[in-house]
DNA sequence: ATCTAAAATGAAAATATTTTCAACGGAATT
DNA sequence: AATTCCGTTGAAAATATTTTCATTTTAGAT
């Protein structure tokens, strides 16, 4: 159990701490001549900056705190790579933090998001998002909101179109005719669900109709497979949007298993392509929504905001891709 | 912008900064009196210690760090989630790092780790695996290892008995006479894969023969379904293992695309199920990997580690479960 | 009222770093 | 030769906490 101070690396160069520590951080102020014998020193006793030294004397911690519902929606598990990827560019940590719907207190989150001290909080815009924003701007520690368009001072946001998609995409039917179109609502009635229900209302606004579409999975259903599957078998639709990959497979299976064909009797539109939504036969048409980017770009925003450079766009709206029967597999 | 230590609490209290830490970290020798006056003093001035500089103090972060591939295989984020949930549970902070293919430098990771002086790592078992346990190990980090069957000293492991599930598949099928099972073995050539060569291997020798039935994604194909589809073109196999459910997903596509009906013509398999894997028409039989279990059980391992409480079993191995054309749905 | 033991509290050191300010040495200038 | 200046370096303070050890307070016993 070896355990090197930045002391014993001085001793070792006979040289101060304080040359040391500008050796580590690069400071152009030390002599060819010291700083190699310092380099010298460290590779020799292996000597690793404590972060957590440093972190208290410089009141920083190169560190950021991320707080995402489940991991294992395709959406935010790719954010997560984005994010990550760009993180260990600009050398920053990340600090995951999953809520867990209906068990997670997110105040506790965000209690111990304070007091790790992260340097920034990145996080998904979920329906009681105010009280959080609320005690991080009190600490003014500085926020990237994913999912919803909000800025301040010391936030920033990253959001999906989601409205324009579901309204260019309600208003292309609606050009040809078709006006049955369904939109499935997530049960856990969020964020994306209201947006999608604006951009409908909107294109059928246009066309001077009502939209009443929406198809909500009940609260207590559990299993979006079941309750489709029940669902389909007294409702028919021209066309049944879903927004996760999930829903969008199991409504094909709904359907299809009361024979229902795809996209013969009924258009299938999933708004977010996967790799699982692109393999699936009969093929389904999808969005294909940046989500890796969405976390690196958030990623980079943090550090711009962390580095005091300037931010040209603090809402940042990312387009999504609409691709009708979409063949390109991965 | 406030920033409250322990002083002004200590101020506000009237009492020494050790009477205020004692209160913080609830000892019981603070009589009732004070320590009520001091959790006012906390409430009023909103005060949260600072977890820096009680890392710095303690040497003790309570942190793990969690090291793995792509999060956005059903596999790894659903063992996130177990991982933390249990995390939580026992007030650990995770710091993520991805590693992502043929671009991360594993080395530049461990650095990381060691410098953010988390309490302890738990790792996905990679290929180069043995080089950063070196590395953990000089620093005595106690570590997990997720997907292999290793343990020493610092460490303990959690896998799922992959090679066991296959023998009895492949046992049972040639039991009734069924020998051409061809097993998709990833192109990352990764451990699991090797488990399964193991467990058919085995199998295969039980019944007096040598098995050949590894079907290789060639590394320059970076589209398993792209290779099926050519695969498929001049192959037929009476029963096709794939581990990944997104595997198993292209395979289906792939081989009905061609013709093969799935099951009459040809049992498809899947190692892994998933939400995705379960809801898919024609209906695949499937494993289910608890892999929730596992981030959980990696967790809370760690813990134990970590609290010198006593590990009875440090190599955990976690069954898996089959079910043949499994109808339950989520 | 006095003594003793136990309970409660505080002062100060320790944790590993950065940074400011002062000091030193040598070269250039007067 | 003295002075000035710049490039290097080091001493010490600062960061926010915990913990040890000593001291003070309190309660109980005599």
């Known amino acids: 159990m070896k355990k090197v101070t930045i002391y014993e690396v001085a001793k070792e160069a006979h040289v101060s701490l304080a040359t040391v520590s500008r050796v580590i951080n690069g400071s152009n102020v030390v002599k060819e001549d010291t700083k190699k014998r310092v380099e010298e020193a460290i590779t020799k006793l292996g000597y690793r900056p404590n972060a957590i030294a440093q972190g208290l004397a410089l009141s920083r911690t190169t560190t950021v705190g991320l707080i995402l519902p489940s991991t294992s929606v395709s959406f935010f598990s790719r954010a997560i790579n984005g994010l990550c990827d760009v993180a260990k560019i600009y050398e920053y940590n990340v600090f995951l933090h999953t809520i867990t719907e209906g068990v997670t207190d997110i105040k506790e989150i ?6 790790s001290r992260v340097d920034g909080v ?3 815009a979920d ?11 009190e600490y003014s520690i500085p926020m990237v909101v994913i999912g919803n368009k909000i800025s301040s001072d010391n936030i920033c946001s990253v959001y999906v179109d989601y409205e324009r998609a579901v309204f260019e995409l309600c208003d292309s039917y609606l050009e040809k005719g078709i006006t049955d179109i369904a939109i499935l609502q997530d049960y856990r009635n969020d964020l ?3 947006f999608m229900r604006k951009g409908a209302e909107e294109a059928f606004r246009k066309h001077d109709l009502e939209y009443k579409g929406f198809v909500e999975v009940s609260r207590d259903n559990r299993s979006t497979y ?3 599957k029940s669902y389909f078998k007294n409702h028919k639709h021209q066309v049944f949007v879903a927004n996760r990959d999930s829903q969008a497979l199991a ?9 229902i064909s795809i996209p ?11 790799k699982y939504t692109s393999s699936v036969r009969p093929e389904i048409s999808s969005f294909v929504v940046p989500s890796y980017d969405l976390g690196a770009i958030s990623m980079r925003l943090m550090t711009k905001m962390l580095k005091d450079e300037n931010v040209e766009e603090k809402e940042k709206c990312l387009d999504i891709l609409y691709s009708p029967k979409d063949t390109t597999r991965q």
């Not at 094909?252 to 024979?259: E, I, K, Y």
């Not at 013969?264 to 996967?274: A, F, G, R, T």
Request: glycine content about 4%; charged content about 30%; some cysteine.
């Open 122 to 124: 990145i996080i998904y």
């Open 251 to 259: 409504a094909l299976n709904a359907a299809t298993g009361h024979g």
């Open 110 to 115: 965000i209690d111990e998001v304070i007091k």
């Open 192 to 194: 994306v669900s209201s």
């Open 264 to 274: 013969e009797d009924m258009e299938l539109v999933c708004m977010n392509e996967s």
């Open 226 to 228: 079941k309750f489709l």
């Open 127 to 137: 329906k009681d998002l105010d009280d959080s924003v609320k005690l991080l701007e």
